[in-house]
């Protein structure tokens, strides 16, 4: 079956820096979509992807799709404390229902 | 409130317990589904339901049983459970169609085995 794949599991960041983390998936996705999920709270829907090679931007969130639709990244800049939490990506697979990656978990060092 | 509302918030049960946990979702959407986070774990999907019928059943142990009883509301029974089944239960709804549009969870039931 699909899988979705993220990379690094855990990314400690000192503020302002910059950084980027990545998604891979298995198969060719339809479409790709971002969570965050704060510390002690849940997942929350960030951005969705359909286009080949598209970007989004989201304020210091920019989210990319690969041009073969198997792999997205997201990048950070001026990273602040508010970025904590785990990151996830997330694509459908054969019947639709969403594949979710292991996350990324951030930290910021003040 | 993120639309999608479960309860208890918290839940701390005996092995020998039955209990029972709520969600109800105020969207429109048409399919719900359960969720197990684990510490140090990804998101496992446990069952979803569309239209009301329970469309996948991830090889989940018998001791939870989940109902589905409209679109809005989808209950996770819970019964002689262990303590490894200790974790976040999350509940998640969406509008299915060809494109998924993203899923809006509940703020989840952080459940204990003790």
Redesign the interface.
């Known amino acids: 079956g699909q899988q979705v794949m993220q990379i690094p599991q855990y990314q400690h960041v000192q503020e302002g820096e910059d950084f980027t983390t990545y998604c891979n998936s298995s198969t060719t996705l339809?479409?790709i979509?971002w969570?965050k999920q704060r510390p002690g709270?849940?997942?929350?829907?960030l951005i969705?992807l359909?286009k080949s090679g598209e970007v989004k931007k989201q304020k210091r969130l920019t989210f990319q799709f690969g041009e073969a639709k198997k792999n997205s990244s997201l990048h950070i800049t001026a990273t602040q404390t508010t970025d904590v939490g785990t990151y996830?990506c997330?694509g459908?697979g054969n019947?639709?229902?969403?594949s979710?990656?292991?996350?990324t978990t951030v930290t910021v060092r003040a | 409130e993120t639309g999608v509302t479960q309860t208890p918030r918290h839940l701390v049960m005996g092995m020998t317990n039955k209990k029972s946990l709520k969600c109800e979702q105020h969207l429109g959407h048409n399919a719900m589904y359960w969720y197990k986070q684990s510490a140090k774990k990804p998101l496992e999907l446990m069952f979803v339901y569309s239209l009301e019928e329970r469309v996948e059943n991830n090889s989940v142990p018998s001791r939870f049983s989940p109902e589905c009883p409209n679109s809005s509301h989808l209950f996770l029974h819970l019964h002689t459970l262990q303590p490894e089944d200790s974790a976040l239960y999350l509940c998640a709804s969406s509008q299915e169609g060809f494109l998924n549009y993203g899923y809006t969870f509940g703020s989840g039931t952080r459940l204990t085995v003790v």
């Open positions: 339809s479409n979509q969570y709270g849940h997942p929350v829907f969705q359909v996830f997330a459908p019947d639709y229902k969403l979710f990656g292991a996350g």
